[in-house]
């Protein structure tokens, strides 16, 4: 998929545990890893809005365009 | 009576049960029951004792899968696996069970028209068992992109 989840990186920059972000943003360390792990098919606002809000960054920081050509 | 979906599984499940037991009845019994079905329908079906066998054994085979299959498909659902690619397969080969069966019958309708009668039955049968496969393939999907949606 052209849409990349860079959030083991973001996570790795603010130095936070995937269990305590998935505290943080309430939902499951199940779904945290299925959205790490570039396996989601969609991404709900909320959730991009509480993580944006736990990892103090933008959405563009998370979510990155790769053309596939 | 407080009725609730298991109530409903488990009533669905002794249907199945009793199905089962007329199957395993008109297999064990087709002689017996023909015999006396010929003597009745006499003289339409002089001679057409082995006929009538051979439908009845021949039809068997796709009702002993079906029945089976809905067992499957049960079972999946007590479990809460609903729209799984398995309950897909399941109403596919159910369907096919029902069109093997509408052919059978189909066949058998040359000998004993009566049979044609069943015959629609069974295809119209196998059409509604297609297109609930049909919705439960595309529910399949929904509820994939659903499960990944985080």
């Known amino acids: ?69 | 009576m407080n009725w609730n979906q298991d109530k409903s599984l488990k009533l669905t499940r002794i249907s199945i049960g009793i199905f089962t037991a007329i199957l395993m009845g008109m297999c064990a019994g087709a002689p017996w029951l023909y015999r006396i079905f010929i003597e009745l329908r006499a003289p339409f079906l002089e001679g057409k004792l082995y006929w009538l066998l051979a439908t009845n054994y021949a039809t068997a085979v796709p009702v002993a899968a079906a029945l089976y299959q809905m067992n499957r498909l049960l079972s999946n659902i007590s479990r809460d696996e609903v729209f799984v690619a398995e309950n897909t397969r399941c109403l596919r080969i159910l369907s096919w069970c029902c069109l093997a069966a509408g052919v059978i019958f189909g066949i058998s309708g040359f000998y004993y028209i009566a049979f044609w009668a069943l015959c629609v039955a069974a295809l119209f049968m196998a059409l509604v068992l297609r297109v609930i496969k049909n919705v439960f393939a595309q529910a399949e999907k929904i509820k994939e992109e659903n499960d990944y949606t985080i």
């Open chain 1, 1 to 69: 998929m052209p849409i990349v989840v860079n959030l083991d990186v973001v996570m790795a920059q603010r130095k936070i545990s995937a269990g305590d972000l998935a505290k943080a943003i309430d939902i499951t360390p199940a779904n945290l890893s299925v959205l790490k792990n570039g396996k989601a098919k969609a991404v709900r606002f909320t959730t991009l809005e509480a993580l944006c809000k736990a990892l103090e960054c933008q959405p563009g920081d998370i979510l990155e365009y790769v053309s596939e050509e």
